[in-house]
């Protein structure tokens, strides 16, 4: 059981609930995910299964796409539904216009301060452990990148959103922000992920479809590397070059036998053999390599992902 599986997680489980369950049902203890979801959100949760659990730190990067909803008037201290609600003012003076320029202040390159009530880490502690003692929560602010953050339906007091964003974006922390911006207060009522890259909801496998029939699923729906790294540039090399990469040697720009976009020095690059299989993710630190591996996809036998 090696590849990439999307799953469609429902409201409830945890991420992590979601991955206990596919390691039963795949017989496997080699999973993990790209990217945790709350537990009242669903929507796409990219799951990675044996072998392919090396390549995680090149699908968590991927641009995320949300639909959402969030309620005006009041604030939560989870910034979500979930959380204690506190009334903050009246709405109903609050326009169509006023919210779409508060959105757009939540947009381009951002300073975000992650919810108090959240897995981030401090001075060697989750936020929500000093939330959940009554201790004062340090903020952790980060750098994020938020695409698009659109109204879909204005029906005060509540907002239908649409939402595509970079990686690390809490996209509860754009619901409270534009709430402190309108000066009415907001909080985060629904939640669905909608894509992760170029996995789409549309696309993605049922927990129940899952657990009905997990051998069937599995066969038809697992990913192999190549196909679930569509963003990252190709290459392909010489015998030689191929034969020493296996055992986790550099190559130059000369070893290449066929190739694509050539990635600048530092970006990710994903080597295939000559049978199309996955071999390798490197990078170059300069112009023209050498090319180091980050992550050799090949097991000591020499079997490709």
């Not at 059981?1 to 429902?10: A, E, Q, R, V």
């Not at 299964?49 to 969030?70: C, F, H, I, N, S």
Request: hydrophobic residues 40%.
């Amino acid at each position: 059981m090696n590849g990439i599986l999307s799953i469609h997680k429902p409201k409830g489980p945890t991420s992590h609930d979601v991955v206990a369950k596919i390691r039963r049902l795949a017989g496997t203890r080699r999973v993990g995910h790209a990217g945790t979801l709350d537990p009242m959100a669903e929507g796409v949760l990219v799951c990675c299964l044996g072998r392919a659990t090396r390549v995680v730190p090149w699908l968590t990067g991927l641009p995320k796409e949300y639909t959402g909803e969030m309620v005006l008037g009041a604030e939560s201290n989870t910034y979500d539904a979930e959380g204690e609600i506190r009334p903050v003012r009246d709405p109903s003076d609050v326009t169509r216009e006023a919210v779409e320029n508060a959105f757009r202040s939540q947009t381009g390159f951002l300073a975000q301060a992650a919810p108090p009530f959240s897995a981030v880490k401090v001075r060697g502690k989750k936020l929500y452990e000093y939330a959940r003692k009554g201790e004062d929560v340090p903020e952790k602010i980060r750098p994020v990148r938020v695409d698009r953050f659109d109204i879909v339906r204005f029906y005060p007091p509540r907002v239908l959103f649409i939402a595509r964003v970079g990686s690390g974006t809490y996209i509860r922390s754009l619901a409270h922000e534009a709430g402190k911006v309108l000066g009415c207060g907001a909080y985060l009522s629904a939640l669905c992920r909608t894509s992760v890259g170029s996995f789409s909801l549309e696309d993605s496998v049922s927990l129940e479809a899952l657990e009905a029939d997990p051998e069937t699923v599995l066969l038809e729906s697992l990913l192999p590397i190549p196909l679930a790294l569509t963003h990252l540039p190709k290459v392909i090399l010489l015998p030689q070059a191929e034969a020493r990469l296996r055992h986790g040697a550099a190559f130059l720009a000369e070893d290449i036998l066929e190739a694509g976009e050539i990635p600048p020095p530092g970006s990710p690059l994903l080597v295939l053999d000559r049978q199309g299989e996955a071999m390798a993710v490197v990078h170059a630190e300069a112009e023209g390599g050498p090319y180091k591996p980050l992550r050799v996809l090949v097991s000591d036998d020499g079997e490709s992902l």
